[in-house]
């Protein structure tokens, strides 16, 4: 790791930064570190449970979006795994996640300027210097050495971080855990005779299924789910409504002002919130069987019921709820909980001391981003603080979405080589957005 100014320092690599790792390995234009703080590449462990698919195609990979040609698509991994007849056979375009993730840590494997177990502690803004850049301040794991490297440009991608209710989070971890520690405590459930699950989104369904599947082996468990939402709905699959996963519809709602962007937020909810309408099948059709072998179900489901509180008793764990429609409270007994109560953007703790009162807000929480992912700071700067983190209140609800991800990095190389090295696909859409073009 030499000592000079790069262009770019990445900071955590999770699939967005590493899309853009892998994409800067293919062009002379930009270069670049990348520090993550875990000790080696591994995509959300908690939820790799074995029979779950991405929600994406996998065409939706590090790199093919804007290069399909690279070294780093899902398709060479596929061929140099000598798995291509098998996937053809399978014909099925959602991956597993397990395969997803040893995809990636294979493209992770062949990167230069990847540094894992190192965290980054600080970035202070070295805007008077000759070269205006970014000192990154990197502490080692192992050794707690701390490094200093420089760069023109960084790349907030620190991801997301588990959201845990008010009071929720003093309890024991291996028996009130959010969904993101599943894997690494469900030998421990396994032990209980009764799990509940809070919360209906995607992980929530994908934990009950799976512990519904170990029921079938585990006897006397109960399971139950408890969710404020009105039911178990569906995520908005529908080809129409995916256009809203496209670079034209990010151009379009990011010129909106913020009240239209929330608003606009709120009626796309079933494409943000929902759940994979092959899990609910799965889910239903589960169940469905075990009506006709004349099983006892021992499952509870109950949406429009929010927790309002959980507290130790009884060797066990007593649920406040509340069915929010009849106004009805009451309390709930169970071993352990599973909160699948999603995540939150993740800042380190420099981020706000350094930066919060440098950069633009749209309000409190909201930082102003420019539509190629810089923070927008009071001053006119040629050295860029770039985020992948936290935008969906910028650029809409593919924020989150990992198709959108590699169009999002084309933005960013190309910003920063000033000149278009990645092509940024054009209409990609049927549906027109924006009537300020309209003749
Ligand atoms: C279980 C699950 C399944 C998902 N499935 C899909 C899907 O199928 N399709 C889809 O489109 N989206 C999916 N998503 C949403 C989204 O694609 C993922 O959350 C994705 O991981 C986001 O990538 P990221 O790079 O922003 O963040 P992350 O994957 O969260 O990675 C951020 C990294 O930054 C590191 N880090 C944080 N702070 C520091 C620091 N100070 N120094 C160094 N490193 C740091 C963290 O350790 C972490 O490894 C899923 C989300 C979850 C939780």
Redesign the pocket.
């Known amino acids: 790791m030499e000592r000079q100014i790069k262009d770019v320092i990445g900071?955590?690599?999770?699939?967005?930064?590493?899309g853009l790792a892998s994409l800067m390995d293919q062009t002379d234009e930009v270069d670049g570190l990348f520090?993550?703080?875990?000790p080696e590449y591994v995509?959300?462990p908690g939820?790799l449970i074995e029979t779950m698919?991405?929600?994406?195609p996998f065409l939706?990979d590090l790199v093919t979006f804007a290069d399909p040609k690279s070294p780093y698509t899902f398709m060479n991994y596929l061929y140099e795994h000598d798995r291509m007849f098998p996937f053809f056979f399978h014909r099925h375009f959602e991956v597993p996640?397990q395969e997803y993730n040893h995809y990636m840590q294979w493209v992770a494997s062949q990167l230069k300027g990847l540094y894992f177990g190192?965290?980054?502690?600080d970035v202070v803004d070295k805007k008077d210097a000759e070269v205006p850049h970014y000192e990154v301040i990197?502490e080692e794991t192992a050794t707690g050495e701390q490094k200093y490297f420089q760069a023109r440009h960084v790349v907030l991608?620190?991801?997301?971080e588990p959201l845990i209710l008010d009071g929720m989070d003093r309890l024991p971890n291996e028996d009130v855990m959010h969904?993101?520690r599943y894997l690494f405590e469900k030998d421990h459930l396994l032990k209980s005779k009764h799990v509940t699950i809070v919360g209906s989104g995607?992980?929530a369904l994908e934990v009950f299924l799976d512990l519904l599947e170990e029921q079938d082996r585990q006897g006397d468990m109960k399971l139950s789910l408890f969710t404020r939402s009105g039911g178990l709905f569906q995520l908005d699959t529908a080809k129409f409504a995916q256009e809203m996963f496209t670079p034209e519809f990010v151009d379009y709602f990011h010129t909106l002002s913020l009240s239209q962007r929330k608003e606009a937020l709120n009626t796309l909810g079933p494409l943000r919130k929902g759940i994979d309408p092959e899990t609910l099948t799965r889910l239903y059709t589960k169940l469905y069987h075990r009506t006709t072998a004349d099983q006892d179900s021992r499952v509870l489901i109950q949406p429009m019921t929010e927790i309002t509180g959980i507290e130790a008793e009884n060797e066990g764990y007593k649920l406040h709820c509340r069915q929010w429609q009849e106004e009805h409270e009451y309390t709930y007994q169970t071993d352990k909980v599973v909160l699948a109560t999603g995540?939150k953007p993740?800042f380190?703790d420099w981020f706000m001391e350094r930066f919060k009162d440098e950069i633009e807000w749209e309000e409190e929480g909201m930082y102003k981003v420019s539509r190629d992912y810089q923070l927008l700071f009071h001053d006119q700067r040629d050295h860029h603080f770039f985020t992948?983190?936290d935008l969906v209140h910028s650029h809409g609800a593919g924020a989150?979405?990992?198709?959108l991800?590699v169009h999002r990095n084309v933005h960013i190389i190309n910003t920063i080589a000033g000149k278009e090295v990645y092509r940024n696909q054009k209409d990609t859409t049927f549906q027109q957005f924006s009537m300020k073009n309209f003749q």
């Open positions: 900071i955590g690599i999770g699939p967005f930064n590493l520090f993550e703080k875990t995509w959300h939820m698919d991405l929600q994406v939706a996640r190192h965290t980054v502690v990197v991608g620190t991801g997301n969904t993101s995607q992980s995540y993740h380190p992948l983190t989150t979405n990992l198709g991800s």
